[in-house]
């Protein structure tokens, strides 16, 4: 039951390790904080004289930004240590990087990498509690968290939905952490895209797999857009954005086919007119920007539950 249930975890590193009672507890304590983002003064003294170092080795807006506004309205102390890609050679400077910050002694460490497993790599060495903000094309735990938040607020629930999921489904790890997730907490999940971008084993995730939009859709509750991850592609794997907007782009003819109370999701950016028609991003489905405002009450809570869980242990 969540009302007994005790955060024990020090990192949150994705979706895949968890329990469906941790998810729940992260999306309850998500919705306590959604208020003091409503308030004239938005700030609680929850996690004072706790430091937050953002380490984002990767570009990033939305992500760090919206961790940065969740710290400071929980008034911990953040930091942003920015590194540029291509100055790095891996898992060499990123034991570097570990052991310089640990000499910092700070309690939370927020991490964005191209490497998958950095975060975990960083987890095991330090004693700070480690979230991973994305890494490569394995998870992005928080994006797949506000993304629940959004539906549950939205549908009242995430059992016996159906969620369509259409993109590049092997390069985005946004897709990853919210099949885990979405599996878990009973939905529905298809995923839809092109066959040069999907990946052989992704049905044993527990999802359908399907090359056609219009068929992934049908009678769907949530549709979720994801952008073509042209940074992780060694070669074009499509023939050019107009035909890939032509078989794979949403439109709102096409949308006829899913529930009339279908609500569109994109964890941004967005790239009009490649994954998704402007009319139907800014229409009245859309919930794209509530992700964004449910992102920071998300980041709020999961910096709460593991500072919790650090300073239990101190
Ligand atoms: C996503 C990411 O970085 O994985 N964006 C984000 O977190 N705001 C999705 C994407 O880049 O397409």
């Known amino acids: 039951m969540s009302t007994e249930f005790h955060w024990s975890r020090k990192d949150l590193l994705g979706i895949a ?3 469906p009672e941790e998810i729940t507890a992260v999306l309850d304590a998500a919705e306590s904080f959604q208020e003091v983002s409503a308030r004239a003064i938005k700030k609680v003294p929850t996690l004072r004289g706790q430091t937050v170092v953002n380490l984002f080795f990767e570009a990033s807006t939305r992500t760090r930004s919206s961790f940065e506004i969740a710290q400071k309205r929980l008034s911990a102390d953040g930091l942003n240590f920015s590194v540029s890609g291509s100055s790095l050679t891996k898992g060499e400077s990123l034991v570097d990087t570990a052991l310089t910050l640990q000499a910092m002694a700070p309690d939370l460490i927020v991490i964005r990498h191209a490497y998958p497993g950095a975060p975990q790599m960083l987890a095991r060495r330090l004693a700070a509690g480690v979230i991973n903000a994305g890494d490569g094309a394995h998870e992005h735990p928080t994006q797949a968290l ?53 990946p ?10 399907s090359y056609d939009l219009d068929e992934a859709i049908a009678d769907a509750d949530v549709i979720m857009m994801l952008r073509i991850q042209l ?33 569109i999701m994109h964890p941004g950016p967005m790239n009009r007119g490649v994954e998704i028609a402007s009319d139907v991003a800014d229409g009245s489905d859309s919930v794209i920007l509530e992700q964004v405002s449910n992102g920071v009450a998300i980041r709020m809570a999961v910096l709460y539950l593991l500072a919790g869980v650090r300073q239990a242990v101190a």
């Not at 939905?161 to 985005?172: N, Q, S, T, Y």
């Not at 060694?234 to 782009?249: C, D, I, V």
């Open 17 to 19: 390790e968890l329990e």
């Open 146 to 198: 506000l993304d629940a938040l959004t539906i549950r607020e939205r549908k009242g629930r995430l059992d016996g939905l159906k969620v369509a999921i259409i993109g590049d489904i092997e390069h985005c790890r946004v897709v990853r952490s919210n099949i885990h997730l979405l599996t878990k907490m009973g939905s529905e999940v298809v995923v839809a895209g092109p066959r040069t971008m999907m």
């Open 200 to 209: 052989a084993a992704i049905a044993k995730l527990g999802v359908t797999v």
């Open 231 to 263: 940074e992780r592609q060694s070669k074009m794997l499509f023939p050019s954005t107009r035909e890939y907007f032509r078989l794979f782009g949403l439109t709102r003819a096409r949308l006829q086919a899913a529930k009339d109370d279908v609500i």
